[in-house]
Every structure is written in C-alpha cells, then in structure tokens.
C-alpha cells in the first residue's frame, strides 16, 4: 500500500483555507509544495506515469474565498468509472433548471451517469469522490438533439448537469465548496478500480451503504494522455441533502472517458 494511504490521523497537519483551518497529510504533497509541486520528485511516484504534460503549464495565482491560490490544478493518477444508463427525459427534465433540457438518444430517453473517481497521486493529496449526472443539451444550442449526441460522442465532450458529489476528504469538501462554490460534502467513500474489478462503496449519514457498484472491469485500448472536457451548469451554492442522487453540482475535471464503460487510468488530467 502507498505510503499516502498508510498515515494515521496523527499523521496530518493543519492548513489555513480562507480562515479554515484543515488536516492535511503531513509529507503529503500538498504539504510539501502548497500547490508548486516539484514534477521531478512526483515523476519517481511509481503510480505516475509520466508529467512531461505539466512540465510546460504555467501555474496562475489568483484570488479566492479560500485565500490566493494557484491555478490549474493537477491530477497525476486517477482512475475512474462510469455506469451510464437510459432514464425517461420527463423525469429527469424535473430534476434539471428550467433553460436545460436532457440530451436524448431517442425521444422520451434521456442519460444518467453515476461516476466513481479515485486520485492517487494530486495536488490535495489522495481523495476519492462520485458524482450522479445528467448529460444535457449544450444551452442556447438549437440543433436537433441526437446530433448534439452524437457530436458530443465524436468530440468526447459532452455536457453534463451533476446532482450529487459527495468526497472523502476535507481539503477536497472545503476548496470544492468554499473556493469554488461546489456544495460538496464529506463521507466514507471507498473506490477501488484495477484491470479486473471495480468496486465502489457511498456511505450514507449513518454510515450505512447509501450507493454501491461491482462489476469487471472492461478491456479498453490505450489513449492519449489528455482526454477531453466535459462541462457542467452550476447552480447557487447551498448545502446539498446528503444521500448520494441530489444535491450539488460539479463536473469531472478534463478527462477522457467511455459512455457506458469502466476505464482505469493514470492519466495526466488538470
């Protein structure tokens, strides 16, 4: 097991986040580097394989509701999976703000997604996280929507309206929602994705099982390091209700990924 993953709660460090003070792993990388990672010493990380593609990226620092901040934000490992599966649009059209409108496949069937993530190796350190979405019409987009589909298949970028993102870790509740006005939360959330299982685990407020996933994990061809973004619409920021299914917005940061499919990875993605 990763050194990361071994550390106790002894094993952490207080960080001021706009007034917040939040544990961190002590060691870890974001206490080593606040965000200038040395990609020397990150490029030994075994999980990593390789950061030539962050080498060249600029890091912007920029005001924040968590205090200055630099930007993008870089995830050296990551795997993730996704189940997607046909819901009837007259139901999840309730669920969505009035000027979005669900992408159909077919008239009367709309796309909902549940998304498991784990990042090994990143900025804040490791974290796992899910989220529910719904795949949504590009707004202000009048084309018929099975072409928005299948263009949006093509391009490997498809918009998405997330109900739910539920984290594992503090950093990652408070710089999602007091920096970015994401109304994330904190809860168990186990993700584990290999080359043959896939297995992912929500705890609910109890500690209960709230959502969870088993399947094999499908065979898929090897990509090109920088996958494609997907864009979500945000709504006020407000503490979501906690069950996994409804209650905040976000989307999956620039990846790549397969509709209907389970894909690990270790990815550069920012």
């Known amino acids: 097991m990763p050194a990361d993953q071994q550390r106790t709660d002894t094993d ?6 706009g007034g917040r003070e939040v544990a961190v792993p002590k060691g870890g990388l974001y206490d080593r580097y606040r965000m200038r990672p040395d990609h020397d010493a990150i490029a030994r990380d075994p999980r990593v394989s390789g950061v030539d593609f962050f080498r060249p990226l600029p890091k912007t ?29 007259s139901v999840i059209r309730a669920r969505l703000p009035g000027e979005l409108s669900p992408l159909e496949v077919v008239p009367g069937l709309g796309l909902v997604s549940v998304m498991f993530f784990r990042y090994d190796v990143c900025y804040i350190d490791f974290y796992t996280e899910a989220a529910v979405g719904i795949a949504v019409r590009p707004a202000r987009h009048g084309r018929v929507g099975f072409l928005d589909l299948v263009t949006g298949l093509k391009n490997e970028d498809l918009h998405s309206y997330v109900l739910s993102l539920p984290v594992s870790s503090e950093i990652a509740q408070v ?14 959330l186990d993700v584990e ?32 390091p920088v996958g494609s973004t997907w864009r979500s619409r945000r709504r006020p920021r407000g503490r979501p209700h906690r069950p996994a299914g409804s209650g905040s917005l976000r989307s999956p940061r620039t990846r790549r990924s397969t509709v209907g499919g389970i894909r690990p990875s270790t990815r550069p993605t920012c």
């Open 12 to 17: 952490t460090v207080k960080v001021d986040l």
């Open 61 to 89: 620092k920029v005001d924040s509701p968590v205090g200055p901040t630099l930007t993008p934000n870089f995830y050296y490992a990551l795997s993730s999976a996704r189940l997607t599966m046909l819901a009837p649009a």
């Open 175 to 188: 710089r999602g929602h007091d920096g970015y006005g994401f109304p994330k939360w904190v809860t168990g």
């Open 193 to 224: 994705i290999d080359h043959s299982r896939t297995a992912a685990r929500v705890a609910n407020d109890s500690g209960g099982l709230d959502l969870a996933l088993q399947a094999p994990t499908p065979r898929v061809s090897p990509t090109t």
